[in-house]
């Protein structure tokens, strides 16, 4: 075969491998999976040998992809992000080490970018970082030295970002949370030990003597104690290191009793309004998993919520309205009132007509009724005119016969009441 038809043939086995790439950074989510498997199916078949000191073992075409998909997790493109990283976890056989180079490499900042590609690279060092710890090569017992350090590395990395920047501590903590859950017992005091300068700062008194001063919480940083506590459920880890326990472990100020004194914090992340932060999901289930009555606790934590955030600002207003949306389904039909108290009742009625749809949706007849008693008690009962809705009529339109009984009652008692009880409530 002549050097031309050599050239051709090569070139006709490398135009669809490239292909593959291009695949993996479609946003649509069923290409990019075929595109995954075509990529491991190419690389089975196509294991020219490559003599590569960085990556012994690894064929020429498996080099080329590790080396492009940690570039393209830098890609301003959040498909070729999503895309590239989440494939760069399925080459066990490929050095750890080699692969943790590479994508400190590719996402390495210089000097010369600018502030959109520094953001692009400090995000594909993130997702590189995810990438490894998904691949669940850090599970394996008992961890090695080298899996030790990189662990370390990998932490020190993503903690220097939450303290960097602001917009970087949802995701910092978020990859902390992902890399605790893909390691093995052994690693979590190791990690933890390198998280401590989150909550820790030290600092020199007037002797020089070191001084460990705490830091307060923010969102992201009580997300992820919520978090290690419910990760350290049932898992019996020994911790040498003291500030480690204290912090993590034995933190007098977390615990089920202490969150509504926690409000602040819950108060200051408005900032991912409209969307809510993780913190809020993380509490209820901490609630549920530590509080004696989960239920009881819950709704004092949330009475401080709506008595101490509501009349903050319109943001935070919101976010507590999206707040009581996560906790609807969650509270039992007899402590309906406790959620929806007169605090939030009034914002609902006065700024919000998704709410309201939201209420009017419910499928559950004791829980209409409930809901029906609530709004027609504290607004009236020309509650959907005054709010210039149809919640009223349409959560009463799916009542059953049997249930229209209680209901038909409770309004009897509330015409019975003297119109002179001081009940007036007007939209703004």
């Not at 605090?343 to 749809?357: E, M, Y």
């Not at 504290?378 to 339109?397: E, H, I, S, Y």
């Amino acid at each position: 075969m002549s050097d031309k038809e050599n050239t051709l043939e090569t070139k006709q086995e490398t135009t669809p491998f490239l292909q593959i790439f291009w695949d993996l950074a479609e946003v649509d989510i069923k290409k990019r999976e075929i595109a995954t498997r075509d990529l491991l199916s190419y690389l089975r078949e196509h294991q020219v040998p490559a003599e590569q000191e960085q990556f012994p073992g690894c064929s020429r075409d498996m080099i080329y992809t590790i080396k492009r998909l940690c570039n393209g997790i830098c890609s301003r493109n959040d498909g070729a992000r999503q895309g590239f990283s989440c494939v760069l976890q399925f080459f066990p056989n490929v050095p750890l080490s080699s692969v943790y180079t590479t994508i400190m490499e590719s996402s390495t900042i210089e000097g010369s970018m600018k502030r959109a590609e520094k953001r692009d690279q400090v995000f594909g060092r993130l997702f590189g970082i995810l990438s490894l710890f998904r691949s669940t090569r850090f599970m394996k017992e008992p961890p090695s030295e080298e899996i030790r350090s990189i662990v370390e590395k990998c932490v020190e990395e993503v903690v220097g970002y939450y303290k960097q920047k602001q917009w970087l501590r949802e995701i910092s903590v978020e990859t902390l949370i992902t890399i605790l859950k893909f390691s093995h017992d052994d690693l979590i005091p190791l990690i933890l030990s390198n998280s401590l300068s989150l909550y820790i700062e030290s600092r020199p008194n007037e002797e020089n003597e070191e001084l460990l001063i705490p830091l307060p919480f923010t969102p992201s940083s009580l997300q992820l104690i919520l978090q290690v506590q419910l990760l350290l459920h049932d898992k019996h880890i020994e911790f040498d290191d003291e500030n480690v326990r204290r912090t993590f472990v034995e933190n007098a100020e977390v615990n089920p009793h202490h969150l509504k004194q926690l409000v602040s914090v819950y108060r200051d992340s408005s900032f991912t309004f409209p969307k809510l932060h993780a913190l809020w999901t993380v509490t209820v289930d901490y609630l549920k998993q530590f509080a004696e009555d989960w239920e009881e606790s819950l709704l004092k934590w949330w009475d401080a919520i709506t008595t101490q955030v509501l009349s903050m600002s319109a943001e935070r207003g919101g976010m507590v309205l999206k707040a009581f949306e996560l906790l609807f389904p969650l509270v039992s039909t007899d402590q309906i009132h406790r959620l929806l108290n007169n605090r939030l009742l009034r914002l609902v009625c006065s700024n919000t007509l998704h709410l309201l749809n939201f209420l009017s949706t419910e499928q559950d007849s004791n829980r209409r009724v409930v809901l029906l008693n609530i709004l027609l008690n504290n607004v009236g009962l020309d509650f959907d005119k005054r709010t210039g809705t149809t919640t009223c009529r349409q959560l009463l339109a799916s009542l059953h016969v049997e249930d229209l009984g209680d209901f038909l009652s409770r309004c009897y008692r509330l015409f019975l009441q003297p119109q002179a009880n001081g009940r007036r409530w007007k939209r703004s």
